[in-house]
């Protein structure tokens, strides 16, 4: 059986509507697990816990009513670096955007958001996103979380690393060069 920091956003997703577990329970999960495995892994860059136990709250007190944002009601996410999200920066690895804080949303954390989901933090990318690995000079190197003298592939590796170590329900990554694809291979 598949442990619950491994399950589908969708099984998530169900639990969280069936009351199984509620939305600040799944993310205090979450959130202790990167406590717990993110330092040696360094896939989870930067996180904004406030906001996140909010929204769980949030998300809690509306399912209580009998609501549900959407498909995706509480789960909880991580997205990667290069993606804009209000509150959190957007370097792409570069270290002279160090404290790029953007002023609005990419479309996809928009929908993400609109479908429900509670946006914990971002993950490591490489440099301009242009690496087979995630090192920057922001955020250091990620590594693979099944042998930590390895690393995860790029630029999506911190994603890939983040799912594959069961710090978050649910990651988006992105893929021009094959930045999803080498991961997967890693």
């Known amino acids: 059986m598949i442990t619950l920091p491994f399950r589908s956003a969708k099984q998530l997703s169900l639990l969280i509507r069936q009351k199984k577990i509620g939305c600040l329970e799944l993310l205090d999960l979450y959130l202790d697990r990167v406590e717990r495995y993110n330092p040696k892994i360094n896939a989870v860059v930067f996180m904004d816990v406030e906001a996140a136990r909010k929204r769980a709250k949030q998300a809690d007190r509306t399912l209580a009513k009998g609501e549900i944002w959407g498909p995706l009601h509480g789960v909880p996410m991580t997205i ?22 953007p002023r609005k949303n990419a479309v996809a954390v928009d929908r993400y958001l609109k479908a429900g989901v509670v946006l914990f933090g971002k993950t490591n990318v490489p440099l301009y996103l242009a690496d087979r690995q995630s090192f920057n000079e922001v955020y250091r190197t990620t590594n693979n979380p099944w042998d930590v003298t390895r690393i995860p592939g790029g630029s999506s590796g911190g994603s890939a690393a983040a799912l594959a170590a069961g710090l978050t329900g649910l990651e988006t990554g992105s893929d021009i060069g094959s930045s999803i694809r080498n991961p997967a291979h890693y």
């Open 80 to 101: 990667k670096e290069s993606f804009d999200v209000v509150g959190m920066p957007t370097t792409w690895g570069v270290p002279a955007h160090r404290n790029n804080y």
